[in-house]
């Protein structure tokens, strides 16, 4: 499996905070099958540079090697809504064009459509970060569905989203994302190797009984390749 959303870099956001942490973040991972991770800390202002994301990432491939962990990080960043599209567009993820956009916690805004279409229109594609846990779209999930449609964006969901582990209400709205065949992905958005681990079989098996093994399995496989290698996502 592939998991294109993880704050597995050590010291840089509210992910792991130390590379004993991140270690045993991939050992986690690796466990629960993934092979590769993006690793996609919170973009907020200029202070992350890409630079700086591909030092990491690259020190962190030679300790895995070192180690033997069957996994391997690629860069990204999960970029806040608010910031310019030129800063934006540096953080794609692996560098092949595919951009993690987070809108607000507490509400999807009235600009959300001219944001994903700007960042289009340079050529990028949006996937929009855990839209099931957006107070909004839980409340108006026609509002997403219409964003989606309008920009030909895709959805980034949470395995534990769907499992339960973030509360009903996101469940539900998941379960619904779902079944209405929204394209997109399944992702761990990790932050420990404690709460919010990363991984994505649960995700995957709780997928599976809404939607059917095969589209659960592009979602965890085929979808996220895409994404890692700049392809279009079917």
Do not use: W
């Amino acid at each position: 499996m592939i998991d294109i959303h993880s704050h597995i870099i050590p010291g840089v956001d509210d992910g792991s905070q130390d590379m004993r942490t991140t270690m045993d973040m991939a050992v986690i991972a690796a466990g629960d099958g993934i092979r590769t991770i993006a690793a996609t800390p919170h973009i907020q202002s200029d202070v992350l540079t890409p630079t700086m994301i591909m030092e990491k990432v690259t020190a962190l491939n030679e300790r895995l090697a070192e180690t033997g962990i069957p996994l391997t990080v690629v860069t990204g960043g999960e970029v806040a809504s608010f910031l310019p599209v030129s800063l934006m567009k540096q953080f794609s993820i692996n560098g092949n064009g595919y951009i993690l956009l987070e809108f607000p916690h507490t509400h999807l805004p009235i600009s959300a459509k001219d944001t994903v279409s700007q960042l289009i229109a340079t050529g990028l594609k949006v996937i929009i970060a855990h839209p099931e846990r957006n107070p909004t779209v839980i409340r108006k999930p026609e509002t997403l569905i219409d964003l989606i449609e309008n920009t030909g964006a895709y959805i980034q969901l949470t395995a534990n989203s769907i499992t339960g582990g973030f509360g009903p209400a996101v469940k539900a709205c998941a379960k619904h994302l779902l079944k209405i065949r929204i394209r997109g992905v399944i992702a761990s958005d990790a932050h420990s190797a404690g709460f919010r681990k990363p991984q994505l079989s649960d995700g995957f098996e709780a997928a599976s009984k809404i939607v059917g093994r095969e589209l659960a399995e592009k979602m965890v496989n085929e979808n996220p390749l895409a994404v890692i290698l700049g392809l279009p996502i079917i």
